[in-house]
């Protein structure tokens, strides 16, 4: 799924669904993989710029149902890649399997559920595999070999690094834990990895692609111009995610 | 790990190894002879256990029907149940070499007594509070600030305790490696609704030595308040196995239950994940967490514990609800005939529990867990009653 990809994340409907999909098409330009966040109203493992957007779009009125419209129309314009981006409870809320294959109908690549431990996920990877719905699975710096092997043997897709321990977010620098991790998960897993959480400049991208990592996820970075540009981000969006895009080229400059 | 299909650990995969290592822990220091002879000696010394098994002679009387005790965890330091869960994982963290306690709380009661076990046991203390909560318990934030806790106000979301419980949830996945999170409920991610429900069992194991020693029998029923469900457990876990005690958990109707601002998990909600646990939530039908409504800021909460769920659906005990109103008219007639001013939250289990006594015999008794004193609430109350 991932082959030095820039993988780009925003919240689905944030500012409106429409604008959701054309951010969308921005940002098929330049990535590889779109993330689609699901609006949830108890976010844990997201920081403040990604709660925010969750908020505004919940207030608008968002339901969880329209990320499958903004994936419809997506696809009649573009065959990159979408995953969903979902806490837990709104697909065990909507039955587990109703949800994978609205998503699969829409048109959805894979789905990453970030409070659902790989370890407990049995029924669920089963319901994606039937489906046709990659599994996505996360790993942090403090997992150890033996779960990142669990982890990698419980997703289809790629297997999710984050960078850091606590929560989404812009970071200056990726620390020492980011590289040891994706040392580590190169050498376990059979997935191609991507790393995320605080990657935000063209250098973070640059120095974990030429570690090893297959593909790179920046969210924050991109949802805080939606947060100061709204309906108007679509070229500060553009300008941000070129420049992080040539990232993935060894030459910065180029 | 799990209660039936109820429990689990939903949580961030960053926040699996200090779980699966708190586990470990605490599995090896409950067996402890050490540790349990050192936190039975702070419960006796420090927080005032054994609480007295009392004998509400003036309600009973008043009420009509079955003989009512209550059980005085009012009595002990810090004014509520919650400082026997405190002491216990504020130990618990320092045999781990934890060196910060996190703490979240709504009404203040948990975010006290867990100030006052960082204080007794030198461990550095930060407390998440809703801002809504933070201007209506201002004593209590005065008191954790005095007690040498950093509070901090939480304003995102419904400023409540829900948020304040992300918030806390947060900072844990990024400072794990030297603080431990001192969860105040039997909510959260296995294991903290086992961790704190054995340490709130106490309750339950002194009620039946006490109710046997002055009856020479077990109560027809043991009925305590229900938010996140920890002085519930505590109480009737030591009679899960007797069939012919009732045990009957009263939750929040807040306004009412029609009206939908309440805090009635159990008894108005659906099925779902949040922080970290499967278990009854409020929500909407796209599992988004509903704000919830009631005079007690300690039953604020959209969800309950996932032993209690278990125990609804396996109809071992009962779940009901009191209203505002019915907290407040028991809040009032248990200062007036017995002298005692109950929490708003035990003024829930109280107001059911009087409903309950009237349908008995004299013969009969019953166990209202009065889990905390209402200082706290007179806020509240007074403002209430000069509104009324």
Redesign the interface.
Known sequence: MLEKSLVTFITAGDPSPKKTLDFMLVLERYSDVIELGIP??????D??VI?KAS?RA?KKGF??RDVFEIVRGFRDHSEKKVVLMT????????GVEKFIRLSAEAGVDGIIA?????D?SREYVELCTKHGIRTI????????DE?LRV?DEASTGFVYL?S????TGKRERIGERAFDLLSRAKSICRNPVGVGFGVSKEEHVRALIQAGADGVIVGSAIVELIEMYGEDADKHIEERVRELAKGLTDDPGS | MRFGEFG???????L???LEELEEKYEELKESEEFRRELDYLLRSYAGRPTPLYYARNLSKKTGGARIYLKREDLLHSGAHKINNTLGQALLAKHMGKSRLIAETGAGQHGVATAMAGAKLGLKVDVYMGAEDVERQRQNVFRMKLLGANVIPVK??SRTL??AI?EA??DW????EHSHYLIGSVVGPHPYPTIVRDFQSVIGKEIKAQILETEGCLPKAIIACVGGGSNAIGAFHEFIEDREVRLIGVEAGGKSIESGEHAASLSAG???????M?SY?L?D?????LDTHSISAGLDYPGVGPEHAWLMETGRAEYVTASDGEALSAFMELSRTEGIIPALESAHALAYGMKLAEQLDRDDAIVVNLSGRGDKDMGIVMEVLENA
């Open positions: 949830f109203s108890d976010p844990v493992a920081g403040s709660q908020i919940l339901r969880v806490y837990y409870n709104p697909v065990f809320r909507m970030v409070d659902l431990p790989a407990s699975f996360i790993a942090s710096p403090n997992t150890t779960r982890i984050t850091d321990y606590g929560t | 689990g650990r939903f949580v961030p995969e960053m699996i190894p200090p995102s979301g829900k948020d992300n949830l947060r996945s990024r400072s794990f659906e099925k779902g994940v949040l922080h970290g499967l939530f929500q039908e796209d599992g988004q967490i």
